[in-house]
């Protein structure tokens, strides 16, 4: 039997203001799917996410994440974030083992267990991201690619069972940004995680992903990331024409190239 | 003098702990703005006839939650807020002042503090709610310093960030009736964001900076006591100036060691 997934969308409407910025928005994601979400600039991609958060309300729909309403603070314990305009005070005074630690607080859980089991957990996520060397550093002195990591590494301690990335590869350059993706991709199949990311990037967002949605205030194209990547809909949500690269999408640790 | 010296310790610790929060998250003008609104509830007291303490904290906790309230519904940029109760609370002292006959002697011990003339039970209810403020900091300090790090991660955890920022700010309005007897209302900015922010110059994070912090506070509430004894000056200005010296002398010292003997 089929696992009921991790986030169900039925119907979304959500205005800010009087402005529509959501207009009937259905998808499901799964465990082990990575979800990818693009769309142009004031599309409503983190709106949508917000939505799922709870952090904003939906003004009509059905939505269900990890089986609760969104915001319900059973299902946030079981949430990884990382938002889109995230960038702490360089000179935030804590050392990146702490910081990880944060992603162990919630309202259901408090802090978990000994300070021993807590700096193990911490070590663990630091040790999937590839910064476990780092630990012991201020905050500060990390680069902006560091803390990135950081912050992923955070949003995992806490083995949630849905990751939102929200612009996680922005400032990233393009080895950085695979190696980001190519993480994600390991750490989804390693904790079963229902994974759904927003990025500008296209190529690297539907190399990545299992599905892809495009939205434009309403969903314009939706399904398998070659399908919506080559689509017609595509073109109109982002209303430009674009040619990927000979049409070639690379998947990562997927056989398969598009037509 | 002994109970001075308590009263300098006990408030010195609290304003230290209290003071990482307020540097940390910049509000050091929330906190101008909570410590005016006890000069409005001393007014109230001291035509009144009551504890003047009593609708200082009272009048402090109120204009706490307002910012609290103000900063969520975000109609107004957060210092025009606090511009506004200041200024109210302020206009309040002024006109219910002028309504008092005769001297004012009293009145310029809570502006200014007059630690000296502290009473056993004003000790008292000092020492309980400093154990108040440093339980609710020790107890909420993780989850405060996650919203310190990142508001929208913390809200997305689960975490009531609303509640543990009017936490904060009510917890700066205990601070400030607190220190009103050792610094006043007017001076108490200094013992909050001062000592913190010489820590910060010093340690790169919580657990050097928290501990410092503390310990500056309580040095230059102790040593401006010393100083105001021995040379007769006014003890809130002594412990204020104090820490203010010690932030410059820092601030000298770390710019010397920062350019380094070759720059």
Known sequence: MRAPPRVRARGLWVHRGPRLVLEDISFEVGAGELTGICGPNGAGKTTLLRVLLGLLRADAGEIRVLGAKPGDRRAAAGIGYVPQHHSPHPRFPARVLDVVQMGLLSSRRGRPGTRRERRRIALESLERVGIADLGERPLGALSGGERRRVTLAQALCAQPQLLVLDEPTVGLDLPAEQAFYALLRRQKEELDLAVIAVSHDLVALAGAADQLLCINRRMHSHGHPDDVVHSHALREAYACEFDFLAGEIAHHGRHGLGP | MQRALWAAILVGGVCGALGFFVVLRRLAFVGVGISHAAVGGVAIGLLAGWPPLLPAGIGAVAIALAIAGGRRHG?????????????????????????????????????????????????????????????????????????????????????????????????????????????????????????????????????????????????????????????????????????????????????????????
């Open chain 2, 75 to 263: 109609r107004l940029s957060e210092d025009a807020l606090i511009g506004v109760f200041f200024s109210g609370a302020m206009a309040l002292a002024v006109v219910l002042l002028s309504l008092r006959r005769g001297t004012q002697h009293d009145l310029f011990g809570y502006l200014f503090g007059n630690v000296l003339v502290i009473s056993p039970r004003e000790l008292g209810v000092l020492a309980s709610l400093s154990a108040v403020v440093l339980g609710s900091l020790a107890r909420w300090f993780r989850p405060l310093l996650f919203i310190a790090y990142d508001e929208e991660i913390a809200r997305a955890r689960g975490l009531s960030v609303n509640a543990l920022e009017a936490l904060l700010l009510v917890l700066m309005a205990l601070t400030v009736v607190v220190g009103v007897r050792l610094v006043g209302a007017l001076l108490i900015e200094a013992l909050l964001v001062v000592p913190a922010a010489t820590a910060a110059l010093w340690a790169g994070t919580w657990r050097g900076q928290l501990p410092l912090a503390m310990g500056l506070a309580v040095a230059s509430g102790a040593g401006g006591l010393a100083l105001a004894w021995r040379l007769d000056l006014a003890p809130g200005g002594s412990i204020a100036l104090l820490a203010v010296g010690l932030f410059g002398l820092s601030w000298l010292l770390r710019s010397r060691r920062l350019s380094g003997p070759g720059a």
